[in-house]
């Protein structure tokens, strides 16, 4: 199944080649950081990392930010809110909130990668308002009810 996804840069990113699978196995595409100057996370600090680009989904779609895998084993940088979601009508830059939960601060600059974007299908859910729910096995059992 093929989709396709357009991307519009944005003034601020003159030269950061578009977002990319690193594989033709890869689920995600790779995100970097569009900089004027390098930025310093410190441990425990948050930032909003913009990646110099707009895009447009296709209908029923969402963009899933998340962690890269190897900064997150070599510097402890994570994504809060991750996965986080972009919706298929936001028509405004795509940006990674990222944090420090190593010990050492850690330089992000102008085309670091920092985030990967998995497109997903998302349903179309109705709702219905219910005086019961339908009965399971399971029923209520929450947190290490399955062992």
Do not use: W
């Not at 447009?56 to 969402?62: G, I, T, V, Y």
């Not at 997150?72 to 996965?83: I, Y």
Request: aromatic share 4%.
């Amino acid at each position: 199944m093929s989709m396709k996804v357009l991307f519009q840069r944005c003034a601020e990113n003159p030269d950061l080649p578009l977002p990319q699978r690193m594989t033709e196995g890869s689920a995600g595409f790779d995100l970097r950081a569009c900089l004027a100057a390098p930025v310093t996370l410190e441990p425990q600090q948050r930032l909003l990392i913009p990646t110099g680009f707009r895009m447009a989904l296709p209908p029923r779609c969402e963009g899933q930010i998340r962690p890269r895998s190897g900064l997150a084993l070599r510097h402890g940088l994570t994504l809060l809110n991750t996965p986080g979601t972009v919706d298929e009508d936001y028509r405004g830059e795509v940006k990674v909130l990222m944090i420090n939960f190593g010990k050492e601060p850690h330089t992000i600059r102008h085309g670091d990668r920092i985030a990967q974007m998995v497109v997903a299908s998302v349903a179309q859910v109705l709702t219905e308002e219910v005086d019961e729910l339908p009965a399971t096995s399971r029923g209520e059992g929450g947190f290490g009810h399955t062992g």
